[in-house]
């Protein structure tokens, strides 16, 4: 279902293991990955400390864009899908300065309840 969601721009879960070598360079210390998702090829990680949002660019994805976002800069966030029936949901973060909120999609086999869970951890102290 992964290959699936990825086709549909549905974010799918990333194993931590795997991106723990490409972040190790830019995480500061003290500071741990908790959870990853991708959207085709970008992705969004949460951290100890912040979102960081990656956006691979160009054909073979070779030029990357990291974008930190500090929890402390996120006003608000929500989690939207249309019922029982519905199988895809959708996470809002509006950040500080941008009138347009982050949109990732989740398909049915991911569990936005858990990235909600996380964003509520660090923003609700």
Do not use: C
Not at 16 to 21: A, G, L
């Amino acid at each position: 279902m992964g290959l699936f969601n990825a086709l549909m721009g549905q974010a799918s879960e990333v194993s931590i293991d795997k991106i723990n070598e490409e972040f190790k360079s830019i995480l500061i210390p003290g500071e741990t990955i908790e959870k990853a998702y991708k959207v085709i090829r970008d992705r969004f990680v949460f951290t100890t400390k912040r979102l960081i949002l990656v956006d691979k660019q160009g054909l073979t994805g070779s030029k990357v864009d990291y974008q930190s976002i500090p929890y402390t800069s996120i006003l608000r966030f929500s989690k939207e899908s249309a019922g029982l029936m519905d199988l895809d949901a959708i996470l809002k973060i509006w950040i500080k300065g941008e009138p347009v909120p982050i949109r990732k999609e989740f398909g049915k086999d991911n569990n936005i309840n858990e990235v909600y869970l996380i964003l509520s951890q660090h923003i609700l102290k």
